[in-house]
């Protein structure tokens, strides 16, 4: 599969999370998004940047502010085919696609832990045993989970650079395999 065939292909399947996608068809894909996510920051930094200059008697300072409209353009438009591709990737290798999501169901979750843990520790009396109690459990929870969550998407990158499962698997026959 070539670049553009892939890229034609993602955009055409945008929305099939059923059956797999050979590893050519998603990592030409990731970098036909890698390439136009530059190419919008350049475009935003370009035309979008606003620098802001102020001076007082003794200091000069200077910030600059984007709102990356064109940024957050692509980034809507690639969204739902990297899923679906992400997804029939990993029905490739034999897995289900919920595990292209699990960075950000790790992510959803320890936000809840803190969330919750921390917003009920702060509903004691401040210093008190049970404030303490909740704090430090929470903490607890959460240092292994920000480990799981450094863990998590390697673990995903790595499966979605595995060598396709062989034959029919339960997603559908090989992509190398299927004739076109």
């Known amino acids: 599969m070539t670049f553009g065939e892939a890229v034609k292909t993602c955009f055409s399947k945008f929305l099939t999370f059923s059956g797999r996608a050979s590893r050519p068809e998603y990592w030409f894909f990731f970098l036909f998004i890698v390439i136009w996510n530059i190419i ?11 620098v802001t200059t102020t001076e ?13 409209p064109v940024q957050s353009i692509v980034s809507l438009i690639v969204f739902f085919p990297h899923l679906a591709v992400a997804w ?52 607890l929870v959460v240092i292994p989970t920000l480990l799981v969550l450094v863990v998590s998407p ?20 090989n992509p190398y395999e299927v004739t076109q």
């Open 88 to 139: 029939r990737r990993m029905h490739d290798t034999g897995r289900s696609g919920l595990y292209a999501l699990l960075p950000i169901l790790l992510i959803l979750g320890a936000a809840a832990v803190l969330i919750f843990g921390i917003g009920l520790a702060s509903s004691f009396q401040h210093g008190g045993n049970l404030d303490i109690l909740f704090t430090r459990a929470t903490l």
């Open 56 to 68: 007082t008697d003794t200091t000069k300072s200077v910030a600059a502010t984007s709102s990356q």
């Open 40 to 50: 919008a920051g350049v475009i935003d930094w370009q035309f979008f940047t606003q």
């Open 154 to 173: 390697l673990l995903v990158l790595w499966w979605l650079t595995r060598p396709s499962q062989p034959g029919t698997n339960q997603y559908g026959p």
